[in-house]
């Protein structure tokens, strides 16, 4: 290396370590799925959207503690939710111990605003009277000993149907006042994280919070602890993927420097070769960050795969040197397929930019610059710190004993037709579930946890996570109004078994105008004063006993109605909050349904209610909005397509030769397609990102198999160059497909067997023969 | 506080005391007896928020499962069931009521203390209770008063009475002076209701225990 050459290396490496510490400052990761989805279209999708992970179902983590007698699980269930209540971490918090929700003393008038006990039949003679008597029965009864206390002031017993009313439909069965599974083998709790459950981290923490508290409150106990729900799950992968990731990135790195070492035997070429690639890497995340607010972890991951292509272009320059020739000679001469391989893939993930998904903007945007970046510099900054070269790779024995067998093997132009013919077979044989369009596949959890889920699910009785009533309106109380109205219907429904039971924010929280109704409906002191001398007349109680609650009804009749700010202390708030909320200037209320046995007929509630009121089966319109987004990729993908044949084109001029070229990417696309196949792998995203990885390596291999001289010894150094390229990219994703997180499986098995089939056609089909 | 009649009534029930003089911890073993077990019973309840006392009368049943059920046909319908932790009532056309004992701390001491007398073990009793033994020539009276300050603030004493190995009445007397007499089947029901007076003489009050229990400051 020159004088110069070694100052340029510096500042090379000065630049990358600048680079790095800007992107470090500015780049803002999110985890936000919902940046990876097509902008929805119609009320449903654009719900689903707005709900995914956001929703209060899910962000319950079901808890369930066993391995010890019932009552001493049922000491720590308590133990743990009174100690988890008082952490910022979580929400609610509920095992079955805690009080029913109360109404605070000073708002205790308000029952009068928020029952509807009074709504059919209004407070009158007969009501008061069958009340007393009523109570004239409790107090021969052994519930007195609870009741006496609220009798003068609560005869008719509005606080305890309030919180009658405020509790769950169905509760999991109790020992010692803790939930429990049916068998009493493991006590229960839910907990409502603050995160929501697409943040990753902010799931980590407050399951670490979790953890630590159990660990506390189980003491000396052999109790075990499981957590489930959408928040775990989106942890668990994320650190699962996060471990493998990096033991795969250290053994990937140590086999790279091996075969680097292997192929080139000079430190220097191994430690060079990494250049393009990490400035390429940093020009696209620089771009990212500069055009976008925050890229999404995904983007990043895949990001970073795409551009693995790059660290191919160093190869291409070093496996073509010739001893006494300056390295800047040679990248000229390997310029043309380089070029070629880097423009039409550029031009391809072009067709992504306006694909009007954010995530693939960014991933499309990352990648084509971070390839451009690697090009020119493999093109112009690499020559001039790369040392003379000792070997010559077209001496090696080796090479010469593989080239010559390859040699004489027939052209197997056969598979041009042999593989389409297959191909075609095996889509014909196994038509069904050729696309996957769950959209919880997408981030995949283990089948054992989603078992697991279920049950503790159906334990719970939590509120459905697939199916959903929405209100919308323009403000609070219009919201409020519309989730009134379909209190008939719900009624009905449950009524009917279509249902188990529903919850919505007015029913703790009733609009000004209902409140305003019952106040005008609630008789005046003088009548009331009235109404319980009658009543009290015909019962063994003294009228006077009845006070204060003559006085509270007083107070309800002039207290303006109760809003959200009043409650906002209270455990009403949490329930009021999850339910009722804004988003870009309209407010939604949430109908959470619980056991629903007829789809259909909520369905059709909702269409009744219509526009104010949606139905929202979230499988279904994820599934339409999967189904949307691929066919929007589709299209994309065969514009890129269409782009990728017009620079090949324009660069090769001749039909024969652009065929040539074409021909191993296109039957590699189709053995991968047929193989997954004929496999039962469903196609998702992560599969067709993979497929355009593996076309954009199989383009390369044709690029420069087809460009190499008849020359056999700049054959020779070609084949070294791809054999290179090939088995480094084969080493780094046949270790992913070993993965246990499905996606990264999916990658490394699409990629592996892209790079085995490109290289093998591109040899056998592309490959010029030596004269 | 009002006393849960129906575990008084059933520990009544269960518990075959003979005349003969007999030290607490006889008793204590000669309380031991295997379910079920049904008897008849009226109660009176004075309290100073009614008018005028209150008299129901039906069954009570303590069943093999454990569970507790009190029955009242006269003068309207209603079933009380106490199994675990939960008092379930249901009342003619009205849906049923379900209470946890965990909210009435004071209910519970009573349901334990009566699963103490059945199990024949008397420590849990005499950890809630100051347990006095009163007897004459033919009757016998068995005095209750809590220990707890917050529950002897609402309930004075208990008193379980009866003659020879048949207990017939349980009073439990409120400290504010308000009282439920629960008289057992053998007893004859008169449509007229008694006078306070003949209850507390019915009941031996005063018998075993002095007539009003002052609550030690």
Redesign the interface.
Same mark, same amino acid.
């Given at each position: 290396m020159t004088r110069r050459g070694a100052w340029l290396l510096a500042a090379w490496c000065v630049l990358l370590a600048i680079g790095v510490t800007w992107i470090q400052s500015r780049l803002h990761v999110s985890a936000d799925l919902r940046l990876f989805m097509p902008t929805p279209r119609g009320e449903q999708q654009r719900l689903l959207v707005q709900n995914i992970g956001e929703s209060p179902a899910s962000r319950l983590l079901l808890v369930a503690i066993d391995g010890d007698q019932p009552a001493v699980l049922a000491g720590i269930s308590k133990q743990l939710a009174s100690t988890l209540a008082a952490r910022p971490e979580f929400g609610l918090v509920a095992n079955g111990a805690q009080a029913p929700i109360a109404i605070p003393d000073a708002l205790l008038p308000y029952r009068y605003l928020l029952t509807d006990s009074f709504d059919l039949h209004s407070l009158d003679a007969s009501t008061l009277e069958t009340a007393l008597a009523d109570r004239a029965a409790d107090m021969a009864s052994p519930a007195s000993t609870l009741l006496e206390a609220w009798l003068p002031r609560d005869p008719t017993l509005e606080v305890l149907h309030l919180v009658d009313r405020w509790q769950p439909g169905t509760e999991p069965r109790r020992v010692d006042d803790a939930w429990f599974t049916g068998d009493g083998r493991r006590a229960l709790l839910l907990v409502e994280t603050r995160a929501a459950a697409f943040d990753p981290d902010g799931q980590t923490t407050a399951l670490e919070a979790l953890r630590a508290e159990f660990a506390r409150a189980r003491g000396a106990s052999p109790a075990r602890l499981t957590i489930s729900g959408s928040g775990y799950f989106s942890s668990v992968i994320k650190q699962r993927t996060q471990a493998e990731a990096s033991w795969f990135g250290g053994i990937a790195t140590a086999g790279m420097i091996l075969l680097l070492w292997f192929a080139y035997r000079h430190v220097g070429f191994t430690l060079l070769g990494a250049l393009p690639l990490a400035s390429g890497a940093l020009a696209g995340l620089a771009m990212v960050s500069w055009l976008f607010q925050s890229v999404h972890g995904i983007t990043l991951a895949f990001g970073f795969t795409l551009i693995g292509v790059a660290q191919d272009y160093p190869m291409h320059l070093f496996s073509h040197l010739r001893r006494g020739e300056s390295a800047e000679v040679t990248a000229r001469r390997v310029w043309p397929p380089l070029a070629t391989g880097v423009a039409s893939t550029c031009v391809a993930y072009l067709a992504f930019l306006i694909s009007g998904v954010i995530g693939l903007a960014q991933l499309a945007c990352l990648t084509a610059c971070g390839l451009v970046v690697a090009g020119l510099t493999t093109r112009y900054l690499l020559p001039r710190v790369t040392p003379a070269a000792t070997r010559d790779p077209a001496d090696s024995r080796l090479l010469e004993r593989i080239d010559r067998r390859v040699s004489r093997l027939p052209r197997p132009l056969a598979l041009l037709l042999v593989i389409p013919v297959a191909a075609a077979l095996v889509f014909w044989l196994r038509p069904e579930g050729f696309w996957q369009n769950d959209l919880s596949k997408l981030t995949p959890v283990p089948p054992t946890l989603l078992r697991e889920d279920l049950a503790l699910r159906r334990e719970l009785a939590t509120p459905d996570l697939r199916y959903l009533l929405v209100a919308s309106g323009i403000d609070e109380q219009d919201v409020l109004a519309r989730l009134e109205s379909l209190d008939d219907s719900l009624a009905q429904a449950v009524n009917r078994g279509a249902i188990g039971s529903y919850d919505h924010a007015a029913r703790y929280l009733p609009s000004d105008a209902r409140q305003r109704a019952r106040q005008a409906k609630l008789p005046d002191p003088a009548q009331l004063e009235r109404l319980v001398h009658e009543a009290a007349a015909a019962s063994p109680f003294d009228a006077q006993l009845f006070a204060p609650f003559v006085a509270d009804i007083a107070r309800a009749r002039e207290l303006p109605p109760l809003s959200r700010a009043e409650l906002a202390t209270t455990p009403l708030a949490l329930r009021i909050d999850s339910a009722l909320f804004h988003r870009e200037g309209r407010w939604y209320g949430l109908v959470s349904l619980f056991d629903v046995h007829d789809p259909a007929a909520m369905a059709a509630l909702g269409s009744a209610a219509s526009p104010f009121v949606t139905f929202l089966d979230l499988k279904d319109a994820s599934e339409q909005l999967v189904a949307a987004h691929r066919s929007h990729i589709l299209l994309c993908l065969d514009v890129s397509a269409l782009l990728l044949v017009m620079v090949i084109w324009i660069a090769l001029r001749r039909v024969s030769r652009v065929l040539r070229v074409l021909a191993p990417m296109v039957l590699t696309t189709l053995i991968i397609l047929a193989v997954l196949r004929g496999f039962g792998v469903s196609l998702n995203l992560f599969h067709l990102i993979s497929l355009v990885l593996a076309a954009g390596l199989g383009l390369d291999y044709a690029l420069f198999f087809e460009h190499a001289s008849d020359d056999p010894a700049e054959q020779r150094r070609t084949l070294h160059a791809l054999l290179v390229c090939a088995l480094s990219t084969l080493l780094v994703f046949a270790l992913l497909a070993l993965s246990t997180v499905p996606v990264l499986a999916a990658i490394g098995i699409t990629v592996s067997l892209g790079v085995v089939c490109n290289f093998l056609l591109a040899l056998l089909l592309t490959r010029e023969r030596a004269a | 506080?009002?006393?849960?009649?129906?575990y008084l009534l059933c520990v009544a029930m269960l518990t075959s005391v003979a005349a003969s003089s007999r030290a607490l911890d006889e008793l204590e073993r000669a309380l031991r007896r295997t379910p079920p077990v049904t008897t008849g019973f009226v109660?009176y $309840?004075f309290?100073h +928020?009614?008018?005028?006392p209150?008299q129901?009368s039906g069954t009570l049943e303590y069943r093999a499962d454990g569970v507790l059920a009190?029955r009242?046909e006269v003068p309207?319908r209603?079933s009380?069931e106490?199994s675990g932790?939960?008092?379930r009532?249901e009342?003619e056309n009205?849906p049923a009521?379900t209470?946890?004992l965990? $909210?009435?701390p004071? +209910?519970r001491v009573m349901l334990g203390s009566f699963r103490a007398l059945l199990e024949g073990n008397f420590a849990p009793l005499s950890r809630d209770f100051e347990v006095t033994l009163a007897e004459d020539d033919t009757h016998w009276t068995l005095t209750l008063v809590p220990r707890d300050a917050r529950l002897l603030k609402a309930l004075a004493r208990i008193q379980v009475s009866g003659s020879e190995d048949r207990p017939d009445c349980i009073a439990a007397l409120e400290s504010d002076g308000d009282a439920a007499f629960t008289l057992l089947e053998s007893q004859p029901v008169s449509a007229a209701l008694p006078a306070r007076a003949v209850l507390e003489h019915r009941c031996h009050l005063g018998a075993g225990a002095p007539r009003a229990a002052p609550p030690a400051p």
């Open positions: - | 506080m009002r006393p849960p009649i129906p109660e $309840r309290s +928020l009614l008018k005028n209150l129901v009190r009242v309207y209603e009380t106490v932790e939960q008092l009532i009342r009205r009521r209470l946890s965990a $909210r009435a004071q +209910l």
